[in-house]
């Protein structure tokens, strides 16, 4: 079985010689097994029938828009839904369950939100027939013997209400209708389930209570949105990606509002790239898998703990499918306090004070050391971009003074990036990042290091202005490590981005530090995140939106002891893998641990 795949927002017929067409050894022999139905200037269209899966079209393209895949022959009767000719395909479908929270894992473009679509009512799957789309009793009849028959069924004769927090929020503040309303009088005329005083403040929207739509920042709309989701009296709750733009407590808030939601009895799915809270919320565990805007193959539901460490693994045993080259374990398991004791001392900063008209921010002083990456934790609004950007040199402290030397007395260099991205810059990706890191960015290290771990090869020529906002993501944390410099500040290098490539990005940054023996300052709002690259912790506390202290570089076990400690929660350690996961709120080992004040166990 082959899919042919062709990106046709970016095919760019009238700049290239239609190498597709011209190397295809099909066509060389007589076939029209590529072609231009609507002229020379469209993208063409390959019969997927004819082609003989040689991929010519796929080497010579100088643009990189087409994939040719061959997948296993019985996949075909497992088609779920294709997007037109030579578009995305999706096999199976995960399937929920009455009274528990099915959480859907996997990277960006493999079809998640597809599947939400299709369970939610929204999207008719077509089985992968194009031309001839099935009615309702063909589909039934696809899936009958399955769990799904009956869903679909009650689909059909819409005896289901579906409620979906979509993954796109950002939209919201630009609806007429709703732009200049007060969130309380939106999510008034919402509740229908009378949960939206309990809501109120579990959310924590008492502050914004009267604020309009337009005026509400990313994770002001976000918990709006979960909360206009949950307060409406539905029997299948879809939760696509409720954590974006949120910090670690807010997360912890949402995964609570919607564990409630299945403890009554809801059917709920969850897409999350943040696994910490999708093990925190999820009963089953279903991985998306495949080619991102090729095709993706859903995988048979396990339980949450098996389910994760089967994606961190990479090999799904039941199935006997290897989808990753590589496993990915945690390094908290052998975690030592002293790591960096005898390591020398990069960069000393001093007690620093920065004011503003309605905030505050306390520095304490501290020293890094080469090699040495320090994650940074704390609620948004607490302080921590400024932080960043007085390391950075943007803004100047009113106390204290910026570093502008190493601890051996050279030029401090720094490079930085920023929390939110321009996406002006006129020219590729390819000029961008020379213009960064000049002829660095041409060397086989960084090629290898940064530019394929970040998967940008197949981005190279493409326009920045085109990215979208992950790829835009990726391609300015590869500025930044193109530049030459002794400290890296990365502000939320996480966020847009899958969790491949987090971790694809988390392991560039680690080895572009200690192979060059320069340091790194990260600030990150996901747990598994922070532990997976930090080696060690600034920890904010304080009272968002007005006061912020920022404490001195400390330990890994010490910073996140420090941090989780004023959210009341517990972490114990996977025995398999190492990730942290979280306890249960008053179980027996989050009161042992409380006890013993050890909120984030390192393990023996």
Same mark, same amino acid.
């Given at each position: 079985?082959?899919?042919?795949?062709?990106?046709?927002?970016?095919?760019?017929?009238?700049?290239?010689?239609?190498?597709?067409?011209?190397?295809?050894?099909?066509?060389?022999?007589?076939?029209?097994?590529?072609?231009?139905?609507?002229?020379?200037?469209?993208?063409?269209?390959?019969?997927?029938?004819?082609?003989?899966?040689?991929?010519?079209?796929?080497?010579?393209?100088?643009?990189?828009?087409?994939?040719?895949?061959?997948?296993?022959?019985?996949?075909?009767?497992?088609?779920?839904?294709?997007?037109?000719?030579? %578009?995305? &395909? @999706?096999? =199976?479908?995960? !399937?929920?369950?009455?009274?528990?929270?099915? $959480?859907?894992?996997?990277?960006?473009?493999?079809?998640?939100?597809?599947?939400?679509?299709?369970?939610?009512?929204?999207?008719?799957?077509?089985?992968?027939?194009?031309?001839?789309?099935?009615?309702?009793?063909?589909?039934?009849?696809?899936?009958?013997?399955?769990?799904?028959?009956?869903?679909?069924?009650?689909?059909?004769?819409?005896?289901?209400?579906?409620?979906?927090?979509?993954?796109?929020?950002?939209?919201?503040?630009?609806?007429?209708?709703?732009?200049?309303?007060?969130?309380?009088?939106?999510?008034?005329?919402?509740?229908?389930?009378?949960?939206?005083?309990?809501?109120?403040?579990?959310?924590?929207?008492?502050?914004?209570?009267?604020?309009?739509?337009?005026?509400?920042? %990313?994770? &002001? @709309?976000? =918990?709006?949105? !979960?909360?206009?989701?949950?307060?409406?009296? $539905?029997?299948?709750?879809?939760?696509?990606?409720?954590?974006?733009?949120?910090?670690?407590?807010?997360?912890?808030?949402?995964?609570?509002?919607?564990?409630?939601?299945?403890?009554?009895?809801?059917?709920?799915?969850?897409?999350?790239?943040?696994?910490?809270?999708?093990?925190?919320?999820?009963?089953?565990?279903?991985?998306?898998?495949?080619?991102?805007?090729?095709?993706?193959?859903?995988?048979?539901?396990?339980?949450?703990?098996?389910?994760?460490?089967?994606?961190?693994?990479?090999?799904?045993?039941?199935?006997?499918?290897?989808?990753?080259?590589?496993?990915?374990?945690?390094?908290?398991?052998?975690?030592?306090?002293?790591?960096?004791?005898?390591?020398?001392?990069?960069?000393?900063?001093?007690?620093?004070?920065?004011?503003?008209?309605?905030?505050?921010?306390?520095?304490? $002083?501290?020293?890094?050391?080469?090699?040495?990456?320090?994650?940074?934790?704390?609620?948004?609004?607490?302080?921590?971009?400024?932080?960043?950007?007085?390391?950075?040199?943007?803004?100047?402290?009113?106390?204290?003074?910026?570093?502008?030397?190493?601890?051996?007395?050279?030029?401090?260099?720094?490079?930085?990036?920023?929390?939110?991205?321009?996406?002006?810059?006129?020219?590729?990706?390819?000029?961008?990042?020379?213009?960064?890191?000049?002829?660095?960015?041409?060397?086989?290290?960084?090629?290898?290091?940064?530019?394929?771990?970040?998967?940008?090869?197949?981005?190279?020529?493409?326009?920045?202005?085109?990215?979208?906002?992950?790829?835009?993501?990726?391609?300015?944390?590869?500025?930044?490590?193109?530049?030459?410099?002794?400290?890296?500040?990365?502000?939320?290098?996480?966020?847009?981005?899958?969790?491949?490539?987090?971790?694809?990005?988390?392991?560039?940054?680690?080895?572009?530090?200690?192979?060059?023996?320069?340091?790194?300052?990260?600030?990150?709002?996901?747990?598994?995140?922070?532990?997976?690259?930090?080696?060690?912790?600034?920890?904010?506390?304080?009272?968002?939106?007005?006061?912020?202290?920022?404490?001195?570089?400390?330990?890994?076990?010490?910073?996140?002891?420090?941090?989780?400690?004023?959210?009341?929660?517990?972490?114990?350690?996977?025995?398999?893998?190492?990730?942290?996961?979280?306890?249960?709120?008053?179980?027996?080992?989050?009161?042992?641990?409380?006890?013993?004040?050890?909120?984030?166990?390192?393990?023996?």
């Amino acid at each position: 079985m082959r899919i042919s795949v062709i990106d046709r927002e970016r095919c760019r017929p009238t700049d290239c010689n239609h190498e597709c067409r011209r190397f295809c050894p099909r066509v060389r022999t007589g076939d029209e097994t590529v072609i231009f139905p609507d002229g020379p200037d469209k993208p063409p269209i390959i019969v997927e029938e004819l082609c003989s899966g040689a991929a010519m079209c796929v080497k010579k393209c100088p643009f990189h828009v087409i994939t040719v895949v061959n997948l296993p022959e019985k996949l075909k009767s497992d088609g779920t839904h294709r997007f037109g000719v030579n %578009g995305f &395909e @999706l096999f =199976r479908m995960p !399937i929920p369950k009455e009274g528990k929270v099915l $959480g859907l894992i996997g990277p960006n473009g493999v079809g998640k939100t597809t599947a939400i679509q299709i369970l939610a009512g929204e999207l008719k799957p077509n089985l992968g027939r194009i031309d001839d789309p099935p009615d309702w009793d063909e589909i039934i009849l696809q899936y009958r013997g399955s769990e799904l028959q009956p869903f679909f069924e009650k689909i059909r004769s819409n005896e289901i209400t579906p409620i979906h927090k979509p993954q796109t929020i950002t939209e919201l503040p630009k609806m007429e209708s709703i732009a200049d309303k007060p969130i309380h009088e939106l999510l008034e005329s919402a509740d229908s389930s009378g949960r939206l005083n309990e809501l109120k403040t579990t959310m924590n929207l008492t502050d914004i209570w009267e604020r309009p739509i337009k005026f509400l920042s %990313g994770g &002001e @709309l976000q =918990r709006v949105a !979960i909360t206009a989701a949950i307060i409406r009296e $539905g029997d299948v709750y879809f939760f696509d990606e409720p954590t974006a733009y949120l910090d670690v407590r807010e997360r912890l808030r949402v995964g609570r509002a919607i564990r409630e939601l299945s403890e009554m009895g809801k059917t709920v799915v969850v897409v999350e790239h943040d696994l910490s809270i999708l093990d925190y919320v999820s009963d089953l565990i279903c991985m998306f898998y495949g080619d991102p805007g090729v095709y993706g193959i859903v995988s048979h539901p396990h339980g949450t703990r098996v389910g994760i460490n089967i994606f961190l693994d990479g090999y799904i045993p039941d199935e006997n499918m290897r989808f990753r080259d590589t496993s990915i374990s945690f390094k908290g398991m052998t975690a030592q306090d002293n790591e960096f004791a005898g390591a020398k001392t990069l960069l000393e900063y001093q007690d620093m004070k920065k004011q503003f008209e309605d905030f505050e921010l306390e520095v304490q $002083g501290g020293s890094v050391k080469k090699g040495q990456i320090v994650g940074i934790l704390g609620p948004n609004g607490i302080g921590k971009t400024t932080f960043v950007k007085m390391l950075a040199g943007i803004l100047e402290p009113d106390v204290g003074e910026v570093p502008t030397q190493t601890a051996t007395g050279f030029e401090l260099k720094v490079s930085y990036k920023p929390q939110y991205i321009e996406q002006n810059y006129p020219g590729t990706v390819r000029m961008y990042l020379r213009e960064a890191g000049g002829n660095n960015v041409d060397t086989a290290d960084f090629k290898t290091t940064v530019i394929r771990r970040l998967g940008l090869e197949h981005l190279i020529d493409h326009g920045v202005a085109d990215l979208s906002g992950g790829e835009l993501q990726r391609a300015a944390i590869a500025a930044c490590l193109a530049r030459d410099a002794d400290i890296y500040l990365l502000d939320e290098p996480s966020a847009f981005l899958d969790i491949e490539q987090r971790l694809a990005s988390s392991r560039a940054i680690r080895k572009l530090v200690q192979d060059k023996l320069r340091t790194a300052f990260v600030v990150e709002h996901s747990i598994l995140m922070a532990d997976y690259l930090s080696d060690s912790m600034v920890v904010f506390d304080g009272i968002p939106g007005k006061k912020g202290r920022a404490s001195q570089v400390m330990t890994l076990r010490k910073g996140m002891n420090a941090f989780l400690s004023q959210m009341g929660v517990t972490f114990r350690r996977d025995p398999q893998t190492g990730r942290p996961r979280v306890n249960k709120e008053g179980s027996q080992l989050d009161q042992q641990q409380k006890a013993a004040n050890e909120y984030y166990y390192v393990g023996k």
